[in-house]
């Protein structure tokens, strides 16, 4: 090689930055992936299922042979009150026709069998090492610093360094955060046999369940609960607001919700026996739209969570198919500047209009109240509970002659539900 | 001057779980012993100090190698011969010797044989000596000083209660300890380049041996069980406020012997 540079240098190997990386190694562009981890998906805290029908449009040879886990055939909402819980189910059909929705996977394996893919494509996963700044030159980013002595100059950089991405902070494309905008996410691997799992879910070989759930495991605060089944394991974590957790009286600490949330009769038999394989815990973005960086500049650009793509959708969370489809559309922007030689921020901007035109930024955009919705506390304690109330009537028989039910759900919905709060809430609910 | 180090790959010991009392070892990276870190890094040392000197890295393990490899040729190595061939798996420590013998005669130019005074896993700490008597060479253990001049190395040994000063003529096989330096961590352009520099992979054919002599075929040691030891949890809860829990945990610790002995 006659220059000591490199054509791009991606900093972090997530979905993100190594779907970028494998468009451009396809094309013969000299790409380097730097990821702090032994190897890609070792720092990775996904919940996480990963919806098929946003990304199969990108590389589809690579999905065919890709190690997920379960295809989701089951999704499952849980309201959980104090001492009682209320899930609605969907089990359908449709989940179980090919191409399947929606698979359950497990990023430590996915990533890291997608940077091999990388490697093999022709691009550079160096793991272990870690990017502590951008090199400036002339007021444009010219590669990235690694520690005091390394250091990789380059053309182009792509931040995919994730939610709090340190790079676009010292590019100077973020400004200063506001605790509202993440949120927390502990999450715990447990390991059991598939056909123990297939059995407590009732599932069908390589059929997967998704079950979210919100309310009392939070203690009033912002934030949820997840299950997903994978197939020798299981997925179990919550997210829970920081702005919430700041604001709590008195303090409550995120590992104390995950042992309550486990020792739930809901969660405690389906995890029996299971060996804890996997804890981690991560930063998550929740500001959407609203808590976006600029996503470009002279010689780079942002992708995936550093870029704030992560929505929380109160029925889905979301964040991987923004991660590939911003990887592509920078990929693309790149091959296009590629031509000209021309990575100033005025050639990159292309990225922006890519971004702006697709699923993602539309995605985003319809979705940006639902935060100021789920700052409500009532989501978390009054609702589950007043539901669970109005199931347990109708269910309880007991010596007493039972009301109609008729006369039940009215009297009980109108004490519960007719008050400007509950109005007002869906008033809010009709917005998103 | 012409400088041979022996590496091995083996799975990331932090990385390995225990399940059954066996190590799972599907899917755990693999990363140079420390210890093979070191010979390299000496290699390069003694390099930089004399100047002209070849360092050729013979490597045993899988096909994962050919990623491997790069970063001793990135801390300094000029040309790698990798042992990658599935006969080899199985090697007992006499067996590894002996490949690496075979290797190393037919690599034919050595001064230094630079080894690691035992892998990060089995630390058998054999490996050294048997190559050194396979290649009938003299051999200096535990070194953590090394200087090479006028065809003559002088080494420092560490014998634990003292230091043993040595002094042999070339050719000799060193291993070496873990203070004898630090190795470096590559920088990425070195890494980058290091991918152009000469690999040759040998198989068994290529160094004279049939495919029963060597690895587990040729193996004089079987290894019967591995199993990792056995540990209860207590499972003790102490209660009360925090001195009292101190307190408790103290008393606890004594009654366990683990304080006040």
């Known amino acids: ?432 | 001057m012409d400088i041979v180090v022996c590496m091995k790959q083996m799975p990331d010991l932090q990385q390995i779980r225990i399940k059954d009392r066996k190590p799972i070892l599907e899917n755990v990276p693999l990363v140079w012993g420390d210890l093979d870190k070191n010979a390299i890094e000496e290699a390069a040392l003694i390099k930089e100090k004399v100047g002209e000197a070849k360092i050729t890295v013979v490597a045993k393990g899988s096909d994962k190698l050919q990623q491997g490899i790069l970063e001793p040729l990135a801390m300094g190595a000029d040309e790698a011969v990798l042992l990658t061939d599935p006969a080899f798996e199985g090697s007992d420590s006499m067996g590894t010797a002996k490949v690496l013998a075979k290797a190393i005669e037919k690599i034919g130019a050595y001064d230094l044989v630079i080894l690691g005074e035992g892998s990060t896993d089995n630390y058998s700490g054999l490996v050294g000596s048997a190559l050194a008597e396979l290649l009938n060479l003299p051999e200096i253990t535990y070194v953590r000083e090394l200087n090479v001049e006028n065809g003559k190395v002088t080494a420092v040994r560490n014998m634990e209660e003292s230091f043993e000063v040595v002094e042999a003529n070339l050719p000799v096989v060193i291993t070496v300890a873990q203070e004898i330096n630090e190795p470096r961590l590559p920088k990425f352009m070195a890494i980058r380049k290091a991918g152009a520099k000469p690999r040759h992979e040998w198989g068994p054919a290529d160094i004279g041996l049939s495919a029963d002599e060597v690895g587990e075929n040729a193996a004089s040691v079987d290894m019967l069980s591995n199993l990792a030891p056995e540990q209860d949890r207590k499972n003790i809860i102490l209660e009360g406020d925090l001195d009292e829990k101190i307190d408790a945990l103290v008393d606890a610790l004594i009654k366990e012997g683990v304080l006040g002995r």
């Open chain 1, 1 to 432: 090689m006659e220059e000591e540079k490199v054509e791009v240098v991606i900093v972090g190997a997530g979905l993100a930055g190594l779907s970028a990386a494998y468009v451009l190694a396809q094309e013969g562009v000299d790409t380097v992936v730097v990821e702090r981890g032994d190897y890609p998906g070792a720092k990775n805290v996904t919940g996480g299922r990963i919806y098929m029908y946003p990304v199969a449009r990108y590389f589809p040879e690579l999905w065919e042979d890709a190690p997920l886990e379960r295809h989701v055939t089951r999704e499952t909402l849980t309201m959980m009150a104090e001492n009682c819980s209320t899930s609605i189910t969907l089990d359908s059909d449709r989940f179980r026709e090919e191409p399947y929705h929606s698979y359950t996977i497990l990023r430590s394996k996915f990533d890291r069998w997608f940077g091999d893919k990388v490697m093999e494509a022709g691009a550079f996963v160096l793991p272990k090492s870690r990017a502590d700044d951008v090199i400036m030159e002339d007021g444009r980013v010219a590669g990235i610093r690694m520690g005091d002595e390394d250091e990789i100059p380059a053309d182009v950089v792509i931040a995919a360094d994730g939610v709090l991405s340190l790079m676009a902070e010292k590019a100077g494309l973020r400004q200063a955060q506001q605790p509202k905008h993440f949120a927390v996410s502990v999450k715990e691997v447990i390991e059991l046999p598939s056909k123990t799992i297939e059995d407590r879910f009732s599932l069908g070989p390589n059929e997967g369940t998704a079950q979210l759930f919100f309310g009392d495991l939070t203690k009033g605060m912002m934030g949820g609960g997840f299950l997903y089944t994978n197939i020798n394991s299981i997925s179990l974590g919550l997210v829970v607001g920081i702005e919430s957790l700041m604001e709590r009286d008195p303090k409550i600490e995120v590992h104390e919700l995950i042992e309550d949330f486990k020792a739930r009769p809901e969660i405690r038999n389906l995890i029996a026996g299971g060996e804890i394989v996997e804890y981690s815990a991560h930063v998550i973005p929740e500001g959407g739209v609203n808590a976006m960086p600029r996503l470009y500049s002279d010689g780079i650009l942002v992708v995936g969570e550093a870029a704030g793509f992560g929505l929380n959708m109160l029925l889905t969370v979301r964040g991987m198919e923004f991660a590939v489809g911003s990887g592509v559309m920078a990929a693309e922007t790149i091959m296009k500047a590629r031509e000209s030689k021309d990575y100033s921020a005025a050639s990159l901007s292309y990225y922006e209009e890519l971004v702006k035109e697709s699923f993602i930024f539309k995605d985003l955009h319809s979705f940006r109240n639902v935060l100021s919705m789920l700052e409500n506390p009532r989501l978390f304690n009054f609702y589950p509970q007043a539901v669970c109330d109005i199931f347990e009537k109708l269910m309880w028989i007991d010596e007493n002659p039972k009301a109609k039910i008729s006369s039940t759900v009215i009297r009980e919905g109108i004490s519960k539900f007719l008050n400007w709060s509950t109005i007002r809430d869906v008033a809010g609910m009709l917005r998103i």
